[in-house]
């Protein structure tokens, strides 16, 4: 027998921004997911920014277009625009063991659907907003690098809100993006790792470039791969569609970073930057709550990226 449903609203950020469902008996029931597919777009260089994103990634980027040029390598669940977050690094556990990810899991693969719940999107003009129910990377049983994944299920209880928009006050090619990474209460956590975001781009994005803190100019920059604490960029050979990344505000207390990532994986023909922080607590456990960050990404001409992540390394916005 079928019974009537209630709707309960959840209060995310101080906003109401889903609704939840419950049977007669107050047992939580999914609501039915919101749509993912979306655009937003904003004028630049005579040209537009285009940002995409679909329902296979529950909301996640999918696809940064600029003067017919794409710039993100959007493939499986994991090459996109978007978030993720390890814990618990030790030897016998890699940032992959426990590791809620936005777009979706590892057996996902490059199909039409994603382990990710999508609870909540909003898309207007050049505002981007969503709100996430993020999947383990990895089902239990799986391994990566040999180690277990730490995990009893394919969906996290973490949530990720997001806010991207497209442009700032004199300086129209930036997507301002602002992440905000809440963990639940009752997992009991001795550190993290937060990719708070990470481009993955198409291989001819060759060219890797960091910023000089000095010069404010790029440089060239080494495969690595790894980490370093400067800005990077990534640029075609001949220097006409670049992208940046840059995190202008302190780390929060108890987290170390930003630290900018660079890889080149060339048998899967795809490079790939991030920006991370690192939760150390003093209590020995990562508080439950909300983690906070605020990203910005610089496109367009080589030219543009280093005219702009100068602006932007000056004083904080």
């Known amino acids: 027998m079928l019974k009537p449903r209630v709707i309960f609203p959840l209060l995310i950020l101080g906003l109401q921004i889903v609704a939840r469902a419950a049977d007669a008996d107050g047992n939580k029931v999914p609501a039915e997911a919101p ?10 260089g005579g040209s537009e920014i285009v940002i995409t994103t679909t329902s296979r990634l529950a909301g996640a980027i999918h696809s940064v277009m600029w003067r017919g040029k794409e710039f993100i390598d959007s493939w499986d669940h994991g090459r996109q625009i978007q978030s993720a977050a390890g814990f618990d690094l030790t030897r016998t556990r890699n940032s992959e063991t426990f590791n809620p990810t936005e777009a979706g899991s590892r057996a996902d693969g490059v199909g039409p659907a ?3 719940r999508l609870l909540e999107i909003h898309a207007a003009a ?12 990895l089902r239990p049983g799986e391994k990566s690098g040999g180690q277990l994944a730490e995990n009893n299920g394919p969906l996290s209880d973490h949530r990720l809100a997001k806010q991207v928009r497209i442009g700032i006050p004199g300086l129209p090619n930036i997507l301002d993006y602002n992440v905000t990474w809440i963990v639940p209460a ?39 791969p790894g980490e370093q604490r400067d800005p990077v960029a990534f640029s075609t050979a001949d220097g006409k569609y670049a992208m940046g990344i840059i995190s202008p505000d302190p ?11 660079r890889f080149r994986f060339v048998a899967e023909k795809v490079v790939k930057w991030n920006c991370v922080f690192r939760v150390r607590p003093a209590e020995s456990v990562v508080p439950a709550g909300e983690y906070r960050y605020r990203l910005l990404v610089p496109i367009g001409t ?7 992540l100068a602006k932007l390394a000056a004083p904080p916005l």
């Open 126 to 137: 050049n505002e981007l907003r969503t709100l996430t129910q993020m999947a383990f990377w």
């Open 114 to 116: 994603t382990t990710s």
């Open 302 to 308: 080589l030219a543009d990226v280093e005219a702009a």
């Open 35 to 44: 749509s993912g597919d979306a655009v937003i777009r904003a004028p630049f």
């Open 186 to 224: 009752g997992e009991q956590h001795a550190d993290a790792q937060i990719e708070a975001l990470t481009g993955y781009m198409p291989p001819e994005f060759e060219r890797f470039w960091h910023l000089n803190p000095a010069t404010k100019k790029l440089e060239p920059l080494t495969d690595g």
């Open 251 to 261: 780390a929060p207390a108890g987290t170390l970073g930003p630290s900018y990532g």
